[in-house]
């Protein structure tokens, strides 16, 4: 015959809670007219509440604080604390008594407890209180692992644990873009803009404290998110920079390459890292939250083996009359000598001017010349240079480059008008 023991009561009892912070006391203002019914009587029992703003009790907010009622969210980047108390519930001395606070996560399990070394002795009515913290890193299922170990009067090691499941979830949405801009004509290397758009997903509203961009090591960055009056820069999202639940704001920063790395045709290409954004908010009664995303990488453009850009042209020119364009010419290979040659094919609205199938002469690695081209347009209006021709003679070959630029072009008399 199987005899069950019965479940032996614990000496210790273990309470877990969520310090977070409180929340501004919400009431609902009921009120009416004098010559209603009620008279005065509403009005009265709203200046005799505690809880109402005197000189403003219609106001729904009141001048009190509310402790949480429940758990609550907890969003990725917050930090998360929790009040842990053991106490004594017996009527006995016990010994030896060792709390232990685990945090799992679907990748890891980290240790939270203050101390690792265990308390002599437990009186009763006597409690071991410890408070834990820990910066949120990773979204979906949490759970605190609470252990206590102890030992009786009589001996006896006991142990139990309770566990406390919660879920973590994104506070924010954070989409980035990338636009490649040639605003620095003499540079072998483009500047970059990059758009971020940070969406508040959360059901409350954010102070946005900080949204940066830390630059790569081949980068420097330059936000234009504030616009200068006199000697102050003033954000362009204002004074107050609320971003309301499901609401979104968009950033916009320059990068440019460092100068070491930009002299150096070729270097940047491919995949290449731009950085990472660095977001910091407060929510609730100044409550932080901050976000890192990893590092943001972005394409480079493919220029080949030859590049062309254009250093110097001017915005409008005469119908039929000629110009010149300076351009620059870079061997973006940093192992092979070209030798190049230069053919002018013209379109239905642009005529080089000059003569085609000239040599160049020999173009060593990451090397740059400057060249000045002649050309005319037959036809009115915005006009897109195209036709270059360049061809490596030692390896046969030939390089095409089209829509170089865009020049606008006008009747001689509308130009002396």
């Known amino acids: 015959m199987d005899v069950t023991q019965p479940k032996q009561e614990h000496l210790l009892a273990l309470k877990v809670m969520r310090l977070t912070k409180p929340t501004l006391f919400t009431n609902i203002p009921v009120t009416c007219e004098e010559r209603d019914l009620p008279g005065d009587l509403f009005n009265q029992l709203m200046k005799d509440d505690p809880s109402t703003v005197k000189g403003a009790e219609t106001l729904m907010l009141g001048e009190m604080l509310t402790l949480?009622?429940?758990?609550?969210?907890?969003?990725?980047?917050?930090?998360?604390?929790?009040?842990?108390?053991?106490?004594?519930?017996?009527?006995?001395?016990?010994?030896?008594?060792?709390?232990?606070?685990?945090?799992?996560?679907?990748?890891?399990?980290?240790?939270?407890?203050?101390?690792?070394?265990?308390?002599a002795e437990l009186k009763q009515d006597c409690c071991i209180d410890d408070v834990i913290h820990h910066e949120v890193k990773e979204i979906g299922t949490?759970?605190?692992?609470?252990?206590?170990?102890?030992?009786?009067?009589?001996?006896?090691?006991?142990?139990?644990?309770?566990?406390?499941k919660f879920q973590v979830l994104k506070p924010l949405d954070v989409k980035t873009k990338f636009y490649?801009?040639?605003?620095?004509?003499?540079?072998?290397?483009?500047?970059?803009?990059?758009?971020?758009?940070?969406?508040?997903?959360?059901?409350?509203?954010?102070?946005?404290?900080?949204?940066?961009?830390?630059?790569?090591?081949?980068?420097?960055?330059?936000?234009?998110?504030?616009?200068n009056q006199g000697e102050d820069s003033v954000s362009t999202f204002g004074s107050r920079t609320y971003l309301q639940p499901m609401d979104t704001r968009q950033y916009l920063?320059?990068?440019?390459?460092?100068?070491?790395?930009?002299?150096?045709?070729?270097?940047?290409?491919?995949?290449?890292?731009?950085?990472?954004?660095?977001?910091?908010?407060?929510?609730?009664?100044?409550?932080?939250?901050?976000?890192?995303?990893?590092?943001?990488q972005r394409m480079a453009p493919g220029y080949g083996d030859v590049r062309v850009s254009?250093?110097?042209i001017p915005d409008t020119v005469n119908l039929e009359e000629p110009f010149?364009?300076?351009?620059?010419?870079?061997?973006?290979?940093?192992?092979?000598?070209?030798d190049l040659v230069l053919e002018m094919c013209n379109t239905n609205s642009i005529h080089w001017c000059g003569v085609s199938g000239r040599q160049l002469g020999k173009l060593h690695p990451t090397s740059s010349l400057h060249l000045t081209l002649t050309l005319l347009s037959s036809v009115q209006g915005l006009q897109t240079v195209s036709g270059l021709r360049l061809t490596d003679t030692f390896l046969k070959r030939t390089y095409e480059y089209d829509d170089?630029?865009?020049?606008?072009?006008?009747s001689s008399k509308i130009k002396e008008n």
Request: a negative charge.
């Open 180 to 227: 490649n801009a040639e605003s620095d004509l003499s540079s072998v290397t483009d500047e970059v803009f990059l758009e971020a758009q940070i969406q508040n997903i959360t059901t409350s509203p954010m102070f946005m404290e900080k949204v940066s961009l830390e630059p790569s090591i081949m980068y420097n960055v330059a936000e234009l998110n504030a616009v």
């Open 142 to 164: 949490h759970i605190l692992v609470c252990a206590v170990s102890y030992t009786t009067q009589t001996g006896e090691k006991m142990y139990f644990r309770k566990f406390f």
């Open 310 to 312: 254009l250093e110097t």
């Open 68 to 119: 949480p009622q429940n758990f609550g969210n907890i969003f990725l980047g917050e930090t998360f604390s929790s009040y842990i108390s053991v106490h004594n519930d017996s009527h006995q001395v016990v010994k030896d008594i060792l709390v232990k606070a685990d945090l799992q996560t679907s990748s890891q399990r980290l240790n939270l407890s203050a101390s690792s070394a265990a308390v």
């Open 404 to 410: 170089i630029a865009q020049v606008c072009v006008v």
């Open 324 to 338: 010149d364009i300076t351009c620059k010419i870079t061997n973006c290979s940093s192992e092979r000598t070209m």
């Open 253 to 296: 920063y320059c990068l440019k390459p460092k100068q070491e790395f930009a002299e150096k045709a070729g270097v940047i290409k491919g995949v290449t890292v731009i950085g990472k954004l660095d977001i910091v908010w407060k929510t609730n009664l100044g409550e932080r939250g901050r976000l890192q995303t990893s590092q943001l």
